[in-house]
């Protein structure tokens, strides 16, 4: 697979932190690698791939520019890193204010750490304009830009308005939040608008994409496929892709690094006769590192017998130190290190080694090669890169997983011990479990584990974001080509008038009439009548009035028209022309759901005055049409997010229509009808179908690219052809029946 752009451009990559950092010390400025998982996974690929690497450097004051200065031009020079300057205030407000107050904990399950402030916020949208303004400078044409996690949700929005054509592809690191959570976030309808503004929308399970996906419709009422939604006519593709790691710059340093071999056999000396269990983290809440010292206690008290056989090896990276939650964190963690060493260590062992900064990377190898056991105790995480580094290490198939159920990596870890990191006594009885297993057991695992991250690893997910980017792109591109055009009536007529065997298939409301305030209201006029009557009246047509409408109504309004199919509740049954009786589409008895689904729609109608259920044979509709406009969509958001929660097992989805929402089963719909028109008005050399709503894209999307398909109204369509109204529509109709009717004249 390859890893450079295909359209010949150069790729650029957008995050918070560039892989380098500035720290002040007594002798000035030095560049430090950065921590964390993003750049221990971009790095190495970048280093492969080529690019240009947007970032933010790190505070800096007026007075200390100058000095800087010469530094950030050299990662310019060297390493391609261009450093993106904030302001101090911007700074703050962005990346300790909304990103790491707001985002970090909302994204994470924990709206109790929620912290909100219009300042905050206001900094974050300058910091990302601030962003795209950097990313503007240095784009040229064919350029493909690849945006970072939860710092620049704003970004993808603004880079669309600014550069239209551009390929945009975003990854979110962290987790998606549950639709239950993801609404607590003040600002939400902007980070959503802020994230379509991509191409590509990847995130790191399908879990997570889901959850965006159920916050989108929740939030902005928008519906989506599992691997697109499409903005207006803009499609944006939706990815589930696990990040990986570069699996050898952690096996080669073993054996390159001679010192840190050395050290490793110092320690394999000094443990020996004891197992080492290993835990890797930046010191953040969500990594769940309180949560593991309480079990590791647990499992001390509960198990004797482990006294002075086993030490825990905690490893925790300072990290957000500006932050009160970290600092609050970091002192209890402090208190707990020493309560276990002081209250369960023994003179000739200390139980918990506890060391609170960064260390190398050939140090960090060497742990990893060393521990019996390796423990992510994660409350929530994106992936967690440190489960597979430390799998990576362990090619010899040696050495056990312990891994939190939350970590995204769980999703393809599995034969990893999962444990509930929350329940303190079962997660020390893994870990217990873990320190116990047998060889053949530990080996089967290991040895599954370490194949996939070697298979799946970084390289192989940035071909495949690059390469699903630009696939997704292309196909934006095309899109416009595809816009519906308007209707020239001397075209279709002309059209109308050549072919010898014609099939029409029209939808009623909206189509032929306009929206009436409740259902029964919508009459057909006499105009109607006459234009269908005519229509079918020419033994060259074959007339079709496809609607959501039950049977009965269909019947009662159109059953003077003779010649005419009538297909009812929107393909789920049709009469044939002449016919007497209604036959299903399938062979189903309309199912037992509707006696689960009813009691919800009526409590809906409970809370939203104006709104009203219909009953039909195969689905239940609620109307809110007369309800409050904005309360109105927001009640149908919810209770389309509910239903698809309650339905997913099940053949019956609940649609969004205008100003409904209708619940009927999938088969149910016009583009399942079709192949039924066809079958017995066979070779059409002209076929038309018109429509308003989503129930016609059905049909719209099953017709070849040479059927007239008209969209009537506004908004996104897949029909060929627009027209304005019902009117319009209408006239077009007239336009078939005269011309019919002159010919048999002459
Ligand atoms: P992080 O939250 O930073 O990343 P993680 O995936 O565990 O979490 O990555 C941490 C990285 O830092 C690892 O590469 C690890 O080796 C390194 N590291 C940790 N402690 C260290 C120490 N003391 N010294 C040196 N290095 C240390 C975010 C998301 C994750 C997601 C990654 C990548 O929160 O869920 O896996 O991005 O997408």
Redesign the pocket.
Known sequence: MSLEPVSGGRLIVVSNRLPLTLRKTEKGWITERS????A??MNPLLRKVGGDWIGWAGISVEDDRESRRSILEEWAEKDRCFAVDLPEDVATGFYEGYANQALWPVFHNFPSQLKFDTRAWEAYVEANRIFSEAVVSRYQPNDVIWVH?YHLILLPQMLRQKLPDAAIGFFL??PFPSSEIFPILPRREELLEGLIGADLLAF?THGHLQQFRAALLRVLGMESKIEQVDVGSRPVRLEALP?G?APEEYTSLLTSDRAKAEQYSDWVARYSGRKVLLA???L?Y??GVLERLRAYAHLLRSSPALSEKVVLIQ???PTREGIDTYQDLRTEVNRLVGEINGKIGTPDWTPLVY?N?????AE?VALYKLADVCWVGSLR??????AK?YVACKAEGDGVLVLSEF???AAEMGEALLINPFDEERTAATVERALALDEQERRLRMTALHNRVVRNDVFHWGSRFLTVLQEAASKRRLYPEAQPQRLRTFDIRDSYTRARRRLLILDYDGTLVPFAKRPEQAVPPPEVIDLLNALVSDPQNCVALLSGRTAENLDRWFGTVQGMWLVAEHGAEFKPPYSPTWEPLRLQMPAEWKNKVMPILEHFVDRTPGSFVEEKKWGLVWHYRLAEPEFGEWLANELVSMLEAMLAETEVRAFRGEKIIEVKPVWANKGEVLARLESVCANPDFIFAAGDDRTDEDLFERLQTDAWTIHVGSGPTRASYVVMDFESLRRILKLFAESGNARRAS
Do not use: C, F, P, Y
Not at 35 to 38: A, E, Q
Not at 357 to 361: D, G, H, K, L
Not at 381 to 386: E, F, Q, R, T
């Open positions: 921590s964390g998982g993003l221990s996974a996690d690191h962290i790191q990040i790691i890797v983290d930046r953040d969500t990594k490893i925790a990276v060391i900064r960064s260390i190398e990377r960090l995480d994106g992936m967690n890169l440190v580094e970590a995204g990596a």
